[in-house]
């Protein structure tokens, strides 16, 4: 079955870095595009970043744009996503996400807070 277990997140002071792991089971990884999804408290579930199979094309929503990176190993069946310059509003629970023969997976979740 698949399974996507997100792990990295913490406590993380503004302007400072930190990089989320997503590591992927289940399915042929090399395959599928990933994603990276984020929600806060009170709001809705939104995109942050998207990959494709190969690694090839990236996209990010506009307020992550240059500050976010997102990158995968298709050998280690992983996808990564480097924030840095964090801002107090990237406190969020960021998910990974999959689409593996028109079904949609998510990881656990893993807290991501920015705060001083």
């Known amino acids: 079955q698949v399974q996507l277990v997100e792990s990295g997140g913490g406590l993380v002071q503004p302007g400072g870095s930190l990089g989320l792991s997503c590591a992927a089971s289940?399915?042929?990884?090399?395959?599928?595009?990933m994603s990276w999804y984020r929600q806060a408290p009170g709001k809705e579930r939104e995109l942050v970043a998207f990959?494709?199979?190969?690694?090839?094309?990236?996209s990010f929503a506009d307020s992550v744009k240059g500050r976010f990176t997102i990158s995968r190993d298709n050998a280690k069946n992983t996808v990564y996503l480097q924030m840095n310059s964090l801002k107090p509003e990237d406190t969020a629970v960021y998910y990974c996400?999959?689409?593996?023969?028109?079904?949609?997976?998510w990881g656990q979740g893993t807290q991501v807070t920015v705060s001083s």
């Open positions: 996400r999959s689409r593996v023969n028109s079904r949609i997976y």
């Open positions: 289940g399915f042929t990884f090399s395959s599928y595009a």
């Open positions: 990959i494709t199979n190969d690694g090839g094309s990236t």
